[in-house]
């Protein structure tokens, strides 16, 4: 089946540095993926939608130059989180797309814990 | 996209069908019916999907009512490893393909 990876699986972090995530598609290609943030005992929250080649699309209420998304090639989308706070501790799951099938199946990572001290 | 409601949790005994309803009262009809689950601290997993005709695959079985205003997931044989929470999507195919999880249902398999 289609796999999806995340990396790192886990992070620390100071306060006021950035941190940079990392999602590939293993075994198919995805012009679209979706970048995900979910706090404890809380559901998924969508925060933005990477396209390939353009600029991504954020969610009402996440701040584009806080958490920064690029999506430069068609199985790697990366997302930046700037001058992280203790606040931007989370959970954060990616998903993509795979390009060459029907629109139903979006496959998503294991996630990646960030905890900023 | 339509709104969903899930009860918050469930639980049902280990080799045992598991029922979970999901209601979706102002489904459109373009919009199609997804279920996703989560085991703890790890991805979503797609199981299954439908636009009005019942599915059935080898995760699971997807019932429909014919007013589409509401589904139910079934696992026929629960086992330990099915303990998750369980998100019914309603999503129009368009070209932007966001999935919006709701609070999902929390379902506990008992020994």
């Given amino acids: 089946g289609a796999v999806v990876s995340q990396h790192p699986s886990w992070v620390i972090c100071k306060s006021g540095t950035s941190v940079k995530i990392e999602c590939r598609s293993l075994d198919f290609q995805a012009t679209t993926m979706f970048w995900y943030r979910q706090f404890p005992k809380q559901s998924l929250m969508l925060m933005a939608t990477s396209n390939e080649g353009s600029k991504a699309t954020y969610e009402q209420g996440v701040e584009k130059d806080k958490f920064l998304i690029n999506h430069a090639s068609l199985t790697l989308s990366t997302l930046t989180v700037t001058s992280a706070h203790p606040e931007d501790s989370s959970f954060y799951i990616c998903s993509a797309r795979d390009s060459g099938r029907g629109a139903h199946e979006q496959y998503f990572g294991p996630g990646t814990r960030l905890t900023v001290t | ?13 280990e080799g045992r069908a598991a029922n979970l309803p999901c209601n979706h009262s102002t489904i459109s009809g373009n919009e199609y019916v997804y279920w996703y689950r989560q085991i703890h601290s790890q991805g979503p997993q797609y199981i299954i999907h439908g636009l009005k005709n019942n599915e ?36 129009v195919t368009d070209s932007s393909y966001k999935l919006i999880f709701g609070s999902g249902t929390r379902l506990l398999v008992r020994p």
Avoid at chain 2, 1 to 13: E, I, L, W
Avoid at chain 2, 60 to 89: F, G, N, Q
């Fill in chain 2, 1 to 13: 996209d339509a709104k969903t409601t899930q009860p918050p949790s469930m639980d049902c005994a």
């Fill in chain 2, 56 to 91: 059935t695959n080898e995760m699971a079985s997807l019932i429909i009512t014919e007013d589409r205003k509401s589904s139910t997931l079934i696992l026929p044989h629960a086992t330990l490893r099915d303990t998750a929470v369980y998100y019914c999507i309603v999503r």
